[in-house]
């Protein structure tokens, strides 16, 4: 079986990524300690990976706090809250931390390389909303022409974002369709922890979303809600 790397943040989202590159790749996954307010995601993916009995997941640190300027590194700047034009804004939100996305995919490539894989999974998203530069199909095009110039071993790697026109109603259908147990999801920006355990808040824009997705299924989110 050929071998995939694939971001894995402890979400919803790279949940589902997770599930549908194992039916046809052995994985190899990569999460991040990057100074988010929200590092408790580590130990979802870490749940995540057993789960899907990935071969390998290995987790970077790195401080991206030392640039600041958004609301997931910087306990300074607020997590927006009870937003209710999400889907309809154009600006990029504050939780948008600056070339995120440029910065895993540069590791994932890294590792890819090292382990003799030309394929990279990624759970980025545009239809429901977010606002992300990186996140965009145009992005994703471009580093995955830039990943086949800057490596010894190029000319065939493909970045595969599955995930890129579904909504995220659609995202939950494929997860519960591959068995994904949303569950040990954790996808809160700003999570509260109660008696040592750990709730979404249920108010911030990625709970939105989820808790809406959830919804139109005609389901609840079985994680834990502290609101």
Do not use: W
């Amino acid at each position: 079986m050929k071998k995939a790397v694939v971001l894995l943040s402890g979400g919803l989202d790279s949940a589902t990524v997770v599930a549908i590159a194992k039916k046809d790749y052995e994985l190899y996954a990569i999460s991040f300690s990057y100074g988010q307010r929200h590092e408790i995601e580590l130990n979802f993916a870490k749940k995540i990976a057993s789960f899907a009995k990935v071969k390998e997941h290995k987790i970077i640190y790195i401080d991206l706090r030392v640039f600041g300027n958004s609301a997931l590194t910087d306990n300074e700047i607020d997590v927006p809250k009870n937003r209710d034009d999400i889907e309809d804004s154009k600006e990029v939100p504050i939780t948008y931390v600056p070339a995120r996305n440029t910065i895993f995919l540069s590791y994932a490539l890294a590792y890819a390389e090292v382990i003799d894989a030309h394929d990279i999974f990624l759970g980025v998203n545009v239809v429901d909303y977010s606002g992300y530069p990186d996140c965009r199909i145009e992005f994703i095009n471009a580093f995955e022409k830039m990943s086949n110039l800057a490596t010894a071993t190029g000319n065939n790697y493909k970045i595969h974002a599955p995930l890129i026109n579904m909504s995220k109603k659609e995202i939950i259908k494929v997860g519960l369709d591959l068995g994904v147990d949303y569950s040990i999801a954790h996808s809160c920006y700003d999570p509260i922890i109660n008696n040592e355990k750990t709730y979404a808040c249920g108010k911030c824009d990625s709970c939105f979303l989820r808790l809406k997705g959830f919804k139109e299924n005609n389901l609840f989110d079985p994680y834990p809600y502290l609101n």
